[in-house]
């Protein structure tokens, strides 16, 4: 054999081995690139489906608390809406009713006994009605304040009858019946002091 024909055998196989090397190192570089693209493309899918679960459970946890808080908005709103009309209305029957007591004070006229007496039972009906719309304090000083009407309505009422018994029965009572003014006097003025008291309390509602 000719050396020049071994140069070509040997030319071949190393050409064979080292073209088939290039191929497997292309292949295994391929294969890599290949692997790590997917590993990569699976992990940012699942960061992503993550970060998305975690948005639409934000979302919607914002949206319920949101909802509530406008449910919770409107009801205060009503409460204060509500409040409002009834300590307005409230506290007209209220002047009503004093206007009733200071008549009876300027004048002691049994006529005068049954109108004021149904005016304070309409007026404690309406505080009474209304309870769940009326603050606990206000609430506690208007029943006092209708008390005071009872208390100063029944000394009217017991001055007058005494009043209208025989000369010599109102000279033996005098000092009953000085008694019963002076007390009457005390009652007035504590339901003056409850008025303007309520009046306050009222007023700061109204205006917040």
């Known amino acids: 054999m000719a050396l020049s024909e071994v140069f070509n055998i040997v030319g071949v196989a190393l050409f064979s081995v080292l073209s088939g090397g290039g191929i497997v190192a292309i292949l295994v570089k391929f294969t890599s690139n290949w692997l790590s693209q997917r590993v990569l493309d699976h992990y940012n899918n699942e960061h992503e489906n993550e970060l998305e679960k975690l948005k639409s459970d934000y979302s919607q946890a914002l949206a319920k608390t949101q909802n509530e808080l406008e449910k919770s908005k409107q009801k205060h709103y009503l409460y204060s809406q509500s409040q409002f009309e009834l300590y307005n209305s409230l506290w007209k029957q209220l002047m009503y009713t004093r206007r009733l007591a200071d008549e009876l004070w300027q004048d002691a006229d049994p006529q ?16 009474e009605e209304n309870m769940l719309l009326i603050e606990d304090s ?3 000083a208007l029943l006092n304040l209708m008390g005071e009407f009872e208390n100063f ?37 504590r339901y003056d ?16």
């Open 193 to 208: 002091e409850l008025v303007a008291k309520v009046g306050n309390s009222l007023r700061s509602q109204i205006h917040g």
């Open 153 to 189: 309505n029944l000394g009217k009422r017991k001055l007058i009858e005494v009043r209208q018994s025989s000369v010599d029965e109102v000279i033996d009572n005098i000092e009953d019946i000085s008694k019963m003014i002076a007390n009457n006097g005390d009652a007035k003025k």
């Open 112 to 127: 005068k006994i049954p109108s004021f007496a149904e005016q304070i039972r309409q007026t404690r009906y309406v505080i």
């Open 138 to 140: 206000d609430y506690e």
